[in-house]
T-cell receptor, first 115, second 114 residues
Framework: AQTVTQSQPEMSVQEAETVTLSCTYDTSENNYYLFWYKQPPSRQMILVIRQEAYKQQNATENRFSVNFQKAAKSFSLKISDSQLGDTAMYFCAFMNPGNTGKLIFGQGTTLQVKP | GAGVSQSPSNKVTEKGKDVELRCDPISGHTALYWYRQSLGQGLEFLIYFQGNSAPDKSGLPSDRFSAERTGGSVSTLTIQRTQQEDSAVYLC????????????FGEGSRLTVL
């Protein structure tokens, strides 16, 4: 069974600085997808970034980028130029596309951006 | 609709009562998922629908939990004889296709069992 681990329950960063959130996963699959979702206090989960395992190039979305290390089964999220609106809970998630497409989530990291 | 809609937003009930939670997915999305999020925790998968059928019910915690989907659209999650440990936020998500597609989430229904 696949598992996703986020070892940092809480993190904080000063506004405009850079922060990295860690995520590791365990799977025997070779083809899969990895995601980072953001959950603000409104509770709605919002997709931040997505990575296909067969792509060696790390995904980037504006201030958000990932460091995908397939052999190490590591998928960290880097947030550059942190903004107050980035304050939220962040979840790393794994998807085996051949298995209904359901997401397996980590326990989450609460990020606070300080002014 | 424009997004995934869930109702009620908040529900307080007494132990032993039945509750129904509703999810209205994005129009045209064939895949629908229910998740449960306990306080400060990650999301726990409950059930997956493709159209009106549920090929994966592996996450339902007990036979008190059931779900259905009609017309390939609206889904209802029913919890019978609620217990205090059922208190959580129940999140619904839909996607256009199951394989690798982005899941779009609703804002969830917060259930409190007294």
């Amino acid at each position: 069974a696949q598992t996703v681990t986020q070892s940092q329950p809480e993190m904080s960063v000063q506004e405009a600085e850079t922060v990295t959130l860690s995520c590791t996963y365990d799977t025997s699959e070779n083809n899969y997808y990895l995601f980072w979702y953001k959950q603000p206090p409104s509770r709605q989960m919002i997709l931040v970034i997505r990575q296909e395992a067969y792509k060696q190039q790390n995904a980037t979305e504006n201030r958000f980028s990932v460091n995908f290390q397939k052999a190490a089964k590591s998928f960290s999220l880097k947030i550059s130029d942190s903004q107050l609106g980035d304050t939220a809970m962040y979840f790393c998630a794994f998807m085996n596309p051949g298995n209904t497409g359901k997401l397996i989530f980590g326990q989450g990291t609460t990020l606070q951006v300080k002014p | 609709g424009a997004g995934v809609s869930q109702s009620p937003s908040n529900k307080v009930t007494e132990k032993g009562k039945d509750v129904e939670l509703r999810c209205d997915p994005i129009s045209g999305h064939t895949a629908l998922y229910w998740y449960r999020q306990s306080l400060g925790q990650g999301l726990e998968f409950l059930i997956y629908f493709q159209g009106n059928s549920a090929p994966d019910k592996s996450g339902l915690p007990s036979d008190r939990f059931s779900a259905e989907r009609t017309g390939g659209s609206v889904s209802t999650l029913t919890i019978q004889r609620t217990q205090q440990e059922d208190s959580a936020v129940y999140l619904c998500a839909s996607s256009l296709a199951a394989a690798g597609g982005e899941l779009f989430f609703g804002e969830g229904s917060r259930l409190t069992v007294l």
